[in-house]
């Protein structure tokens, strides 16, 4: 009986090391399953991570693709609006010019001939100035900008507030909402 027992009990040892090996074997190859699980949902999280990064990188692009579109519409629109401003620059030493010219006396038929031919070629040219929108700014009498006035002499009168311009000694001029050139101006004390 006792070889029977041990037999019994050497074969239930090994069934139970092969239960054992089996157990062991289970574990390992869900332990490689979970590994591997692992190893995908590292993948996953690596491709998600440069996808959001893609995405954020695009987001960006495209901001800045609309942000430079934007700023050349409105270059292109100031381009327009601005066009004329660099010919009309020039043209304020001819415009001074044709003023004093016609502050001259008329001493004669002639030089009143001549005064009126002078008057005719300033109003045409005033008139295509102010299409393109030269506007003269107005001084004298006006609250001391100084945005548009440019102060080059103080006096003192009595009469009126402090800070009025009293005279102006050259015209200024905007274009469109732009200052071509300031007025110069003699302001109150």
Do not use: C, W
Not at 123 to 143: C, D, F
């Amino acid at each position: 009986m006792t070889e029977t027992t041990e037999n019994k009990d050497l074969v239930q040892d090994d069934v139970q090391a092969e239960n054992v090996v089996e157990e062991t074997e289970v574990v390992e190859e869900q332990k490689a399953e979970l590994t591997i699980e692992e190893q995908y949902e590292a993948k996953l999280a690596a491709l998600q991570a440069k996808l959001d990064d893609e995405e954020n990188r695009h987001l960006r692009l495209r901001a800045d693709f609309d942000n430079m579109r934007r700023r050349n519409q409105l270059d292109r629109e100031a381009a327009e609006k601005y066009r004329a401003q660099s010919l009309l620059s020039d043209l304020l030493p001819v415009i001074d010019n044709f003023e004093r010219a016609l502050q001259v006396e008329v001493t004669s038929e002639e030089t009143a001939s001549i005064v009126k031919g002078i008057e005719m070629v300033y109003r045409s040219l005033i008139e295509a100035t102010e299409k393109e929108g030269l506007e003269v700014i107005k001084a004298e009498g006006e609250q001391f900008d100084p945005n548009v006035h440019q102060a080059v002499m103080q006096e003192q009168d009595s009469e009126k507030e402090t800070g009025v311009v009293l005279r102006e000694l050259q015209k200024g001029y905007m274009l469109k909402d732009r200052v071509l050139r300031p007025t110069m101006v003699s302001v109150n004390e």
